[in-house]
């Protein structure tokens, strides 16, 4: 079993468009737009919906919970594997992300995943994904 990936993740720039977002993030809430002219939920966080260009875009907490649609380990990186790749959130939109707390050759293509908030370099936290420990409704799940 290879060792649990982590990785380091810079301060991101938070602008007035995103403030509310990484004030969320620091209180564990993991927040997404929605758009309330068609319905459609977005990411990342836009004050303009991307598909219908309304600006009657609202937040909405996401309960961060997907499935990972695919990914790609960067095995060979000074500060040891790290993998990133696209979750597919069960209400809301696909966004591309870091996994984290799983070995590198542990990750699999519709793997359950959970949002948790890691923290930057001097910045608030920023979402990342986790393997979602549960018991599966197919009966594979870990016993
Ligand atoms: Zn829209």
């Keep these: 079993?290879?060792?649990?990936?982590?990785?380091?993740?810079?301060?991101?720039?938070?602008?007035l468009e995103s403030k509310p977002f990484f004030d969320a993030a620091a209180e564990g809430r993991f927040l997404i737009k929605r758009c309330q002219a068609c319905g459609e939920a977005h990411w990342f966080p836009r004050a303009k919906c991307p598909f219908c260009h309304s600006d009657r875009t609202v937040w909405e907490e996401s309960q961060g919970e997907g499935e990972i649609y695919a990914y790609?380990?960067?095995?060979r990186s000074p500060t040891g594997p790290y993998a990133?790749?696209?979750v597919v959130l069960d209400?809301?939109?696909?966004?591309?992300?870091n996994f984290v707390d799983?070995?590198?050759?542990?990750l699999e293509i519709g793997m359950r995943v959970k949002v948790?908030?890691?923290?930057?370099?001097?910045?608030p936290p920023?979402?990342?994904?986790?393997?979602?420990?549960?018991?599966?409704?197919?009966?594979?799940?870990?016993?």
């Design 1 to 15: 079993m290879s060792e649990l990936m982590t990785r380091p993740i810079p301060a991101p720039a938070v602008t």
């Design 72 to 75: 790609s380990v960067l095995w």
């Design 84 to 86: 990133i790749g696209y």
């Design 91 to 97: 209400k809301g939109p696909t966004l591309l992300t």
């Design 102 to 106: 799983v070995a590198p050759d542990g």
């Design 116 to 123: 948790k908030f890691q923290p930057t370099e001097g910045g």
């Design 126 to 143: 920023v979402p990342v994904f986790a393997p979602r420990q549960v018991s599966c409704p197919t009966g594979r799940g870990a016993g």
